[in-house]
């Protein structure tokens, strides 16, 4: 069963304020943010200083990427230290218990653009303007990222600044998918059930829907349309650094529309060796660290090489480390 929900479910964070320098803003949106990452798992922006006309140029240049055909990026495939061109069905949920017993490639197709962590670079498709129009998005996406950090620390009831080590340099991918329009089998997805490894993941209002999410105590919902927002989720290593206060929350995509679907989600993280151990406002003597402190690093080379073993050249164990 899915359903479409309506915006009281999931919160909506408006930035205004923040983006004014009001210092009372960090704190009221501090508020916010703990209920939305207790609770839901995800949660809206407004209001984020990202100009609307350049997310809309990163869509049209994923639609152009996409409608070339597959040889022209045989100079340009994503490998393990580099982003680039996945072709289609080229990855599948291995890293996700919630992905189901019968695990089939995901529909879709992708080229990824990183920016710090480990990968050495990114391959790059001869393109007009391709190359600066995504990194002009990649900054601008980064800094509305670093602007959440003391909003995320004041939620933990830590200092403002405590964050800003561990982002320095910070771990980011830009994934710019293609989901076509295509028949499901019963087992087939367009991105099967699964939970992000990073941090938090942006995501901006898309005129196609096919995002599907799974909030706790519901079944699968539809998030409504929000224009001109970004959706936001916590990933896996933001509820590992909580020790579990917050969510990473189940989604899934299937192209259910009669045109192709593009999405060009953002996923934010700490700097390659940043230590991910349970924060100090989580831990007690009754609520003592569910997992060994790992590096981000590694738990991220872990999920890629899970996932995406074809393209990398290496395996990776089961069971996360």
């Not at 080229?90 to 019968?102: E, L, M, N, P, R």
Request: glycine share 8%; charged share 20%; with cysteine.
């Amino acid at each position: 069963m899915t359903t479409v929900t309506d915006i009281e479910l999931i919160p909506v964070l408006d930035l205004s304020d923040l983006t004014a320098g009001d210092p009372d803003a960090i704190a009221a949106l501090g508020h916010q943010l703990r209920r939305a990452l207790e609770d839901v798992g995800f949660f809206f922006i407004t209001n984020h200083g990202v100009p609307w006309d350049l997310v809309q140029q990163v869509y049209d240049h994923a639609q152009i990427l996409h409608q070339q055909p597959p040889e022209r990026f045989e100079n340009c495939l994503m490998d393990r230290d580099h982003g680039g061109y996945l072709g289609y069905a080229g990855g599948t949920s291995y890293a996700s218990d919630i992905a189901g017993k019968v695990r089939t490639p995901n529909l879709n197709a992708a080229f990824f653009v990183h920016r710090g962590g480990y990968r050495l670079g990114n391959h790059w498709p001869d393109l007009p303007d391709f190359k600066p129009v995504v990194e002009s998005y990649i900054d601008s996406v980064t800094e509305l990222s670093r602007r959440l950090l003391p909003v995320l620390a004041v939620s933990l009831d830590l200092p403002p600044n405590y964050f800003d080590p561990h982002f320095d340099v910070p771990s980011c991918s830009l994934r710019l998918s293609h989901y076509p329009v295509v028949d499901y089998g019963e087992h087939d997805w367009g991105l099967a059930p699964h939970t992000d490894s990073t941090i938090i993941t942006l995501l901006p209002e898309n005129d196609v829907p096919g995002l599907e999410i799974r909030p706790a105590g519901h079944d699968w919902v539809v998030p409504p349309q929000l224009p001109g927002s970004f959706l936001i989720n916590s990933g896996d290593m933001l509820k590992r650094w909580t020790n579990g206060r917050f969510r990473s929350t189940a989604h899934r995509a299937r192209n259910g529309a009669k045109v192709d679907r593009y999405a060009i989600p953002f996923f934010f993280g700490a700097r390659d060796d940043a230590l991910i151990e349970a924060l100090p406002t989580c831990i007690s003597h009754k609520n003592l660290a569910r997992h060994e402190p790992i590096t981000y690093g590694d738990y991220q080379r872990w999920f890629l090489n899970r996932n995406y073993s074809n393209a990398t050249g290496e395996g990776a164990g089961e069971k996360a480390p």
